[in-house]
């Protein structure tokens, strides 16, 4: 325990932690838009779609933690400025969601940026004035979202229900156009609207179909630019409903693993860029453990944020430390070991060991490479992910894919015979 809880970033001459995994914001944020790197063939795919007048509806699809928020948002940070109106928060989508659930959800959205514009034209003013009432009316009792958050100082989460007559698809729709209408003739250009982790109902195939199918005529409301952000299986499954497919204006823009450069740019850019004024900056990363990093996590930067961040915080103390490849190696292969691995018995750290030697394994791969049972390898896969050690990433049929947490990966650090199998960069 340090003598003085000094506040960790402040050590460094930084406003805050430039290791964070929160995504670039619209509005506000801790990670500056400027720190944003890469990626300048897919935001020309992006900044095509926005520029065709009328609308378009587009996905964005890649593996979790490549950044696919972050680049939707850059790229609607830079439609702000060319006139555009958007809702400052993404919409995260329920597969649940009726039609007339997707439309309300959407209009909240609006509304809720509408009430945050300061000295609003009168266009605006009649229309927040408008949706005033169905928005604090129509609250609709969910555990995973409230139409009114905004309004009521909630935030995601179960709400009462108001006695209230249905709405019907006719009447949002209209109020929807409506609202179109009145943002445009309230100057703005067009209209981009961001729902986010569709991935999250991948496993549910049929209800995402279903889901599209019901929302096919609403995402065709002119003058607005639909885009929808999961996984590859989110986008094959939208792409592969007939009535859906022929409205989407291009191939999904799939996001792959930034480059190494990249990556090193975005990290040294935003510890510049969260300096505190009037203070010298220490830069505690190194090149040679970035790169250690990118190898270790396929070049998901999230996961190199996060091995980052925790390896500092938990060798800062007083003073800032520079973090070398050796010492982020022993730093997080301890770590690794007294949270997780030194928790298991010998032979469930075999399991894991053997599972880090591949990025996907199923049970029935496991039990016969290390020639055990399998129903006794299925209690050792319960066990392992009770303790966040593997998820599941993927069905097929019967079988069922599992691969390791990040985290776990930091166990390779301390291991020369299997450092060999890390992905190079």
């Known amino acids: 325990m340090v003598s003085e809880f000094i506040p960790i970033w402040n050590i460094y001459g930084l406003n805050t932690d430039p290791f964070s995994t929160t995504p670039i914001l619209v509005k506000g944020g801790l990670i500056p838009a400027k720190s944003f790197m890469g990626r300048e063939e897919e935001l020309t795919r992006l900044e095509n779609a926005l520029r065709s007048n009328g609308g378009s509806r587009t996905i964005v699809c890649g593996m979790q933690g490549v950044g696919k928020t972050t680049f939707v948002n850059f790229g609607r940070i830079k439609a702000i400025e060319h006139n555009f109106f958007t809702p400052f928060q993404e919409i995260r989508a329920d597969v649940d969601w009726t039609a007339n659930d997707f439309i309300l959800n959407t209009i909240s959205a609006i509304y ?148 190494l450069s990249d990556v090193k740019k975005i990290i040294h850019s935003r510890i510049k860029l969260l300096a505190v004024e009037g203070m010298n900056v220490f830069d505690p990363v190194t090149n040679e453990a970035i790169e250690t990093l990118y190898g270790l996590h396929n070049g998901n930067l999230r996961a190199i944020l996060n091995s980052l961040g925790t390896a500092i915080k938990e060798s800062t103390k007083e003073k800032p430390i520079l973090l070398t490849n050796d010492l982020l190696k022993v730093v997080l292969s301890q770590i690794a070991k007294q949270r997780f691995s030194n928790k298991l018995t010998p032979t469930m750290q075999k399991v894991v060991m053997e599972m880090l030697k591949q990025k996907e394994i199923t049970n029935k791969v496991a039990s016969e490479t290390l020639n055990k049972k399998a129903q006794n390898m299925s209690k050792y896969f319960t066990i392992l992910k009770e303790n966040q050690c593997i998820y599941l990433i993927r069905e097929d049929g019967r079988e069922k894919y599992y691969a390791v947490a990040e985290w776990i990966k930091w166990l390779l650090l301390d291991s020369k015979e299997i450092q060999a199998q890390m992905t190079q960069y």
């Open 112 to 259: 809720s940026s509408l009430i945050k514009i300061q000295k609003p034209k009168k266009e605006i003013v009649d229309l927040i004035n408008k949706l005033k009432p169905v928005c604090e009316l129509y609250e609709k009792e969910d555990a995973n979202y409230s139409l009114s958050t905004a309004l009521i100082g909630g935030g995601y989460g179960k709400t009462r229900t108001i006695n209230k007559p249905e709405l019907n698809n006719s009447f949002l729709m209209e109020l929807f156009q409506e609202i179109i209408a009145s943002l445009i003739k309230s100057g703005f250009r067009e209209i981009i609207i961001h729902y986010n982790n569709l991935d999250n109902f991948d496993e549910e195939e049929e209800k995402v179909k279903a889901l599209f199918n019901k929302i096919r005529d609403f995402i065709q409301t002119p003058h607005i630019h639909f885009i929808f952000v999961g996984s590859p299986i989110t986008a094959s499954i939208i792409t592969s409903i007939p009535r859906v497919a022929n409205i989407i204006n291009d191939t999904p823009i799939k996001l792959n693993p930034l480059s």
